[in-house]
T-cell receptor, first 117, second 114 residues
């Protein structure tokens, strides 16, 4: 069975600190996709990144970076120089193939990040 | 591009009543998903449509739940005889034809059953 574990329930940092959100996953699929979503207080899930299982290159987008390590089944997310606007709940998700090219997302329980001035 | 829209945004109903939610996906996205999110949890998959065909249903989708996508565009999710345990955020997502593994979510409908 598939499983996504986000061990950190809540993290609190002061603005400009770097913060890493951990994600560990379990799957028997050889091909899969990993995602990070942001859910601000407004409630809408915002897509941040997708990573294929066969592409272990790390990725950087502005202050965001992602470290995918297949050997440890981890897909960690780092925010550099955090800002108050980064305060949100962050979800890691793993794709599960459905019939006819559909994918269900299995989400972790989320990590609530609070950035204070 | 307008995003996924959902109506209503909030719904309060009494136990035993029926409720219906609507989702309008991003234009030309042929795949549509419904998820449910309870407090402190991540979203959980409920059901999946490709065009107008409902191709997958989670065991979470009891007989009281029904979803439709009659013309392959908007979708509705109906809950009959609501129970307090149905209180949750109901999220809709859609995927484009060429990137079926990416899902874009709407703002959700928050249901409170009293």
């Amino acid at each position: 069975a598939q499983k996504v574990t986000q061990a950190q329930t809540e993290i609190s940092v002061v603005e400009k600190e770097d913060v890493t959100l951990d994600c560990v996953y379990e799957t028997r699929d050889t091909t899969y996709y990993l995602f990070w979503y942001k859910q601000p207080p407004s409630g809408e899930l915002v897509f941040l990144i997708r990573r294929n299982s066969f592409d272990e290159q790390n990725e950087i987008s502005g202050r965001y970076s992602w470290n995918f390590q297949k050997s440890t089944s981890s897909f960690n997310f780092t925010i550099t120089a955090s800002q108050v606007v980064d305060s949100a709940v962050y979800f890691c998700a793993l794709s599960e193939g459905l019939g006819a090219s559909g994918y269900a997302l299995n989400f972790g329980k989320g990590t609530s990040l609070l950035v204070t001035p | 591009d307008t995003g996924v829209s959902q109506n209503p945004r909030h719904k309060i109903t009494k136990r035993g009543q029926n409720v219906t939610f609507r989702c309008d996906p991003i234009s030309e996205h042929n795949r549509l998903y419904w998820y449910r999110q309870t407090l402190g949890q991540g979203p959980e998959f409920l059901t999946y449509f490709q065009n107008e065909a409902q191709l997958e249903k989670s065991r979470l989708l009891s007989d009281r739940f029904s979803a439709e996508r009659p013309k392959g565009s908007f979708s509705t999710l109906e809950i009959q005889r609501t129970e307090q345990g149905d209180s949750a955020m109901y999220l809709c997502a859609s995927s484009p034809r060429d990137r079926e593994y990416e899902q874009y979510f709407g703002p959700g409908t928050r249901l409170t059953v009293t």
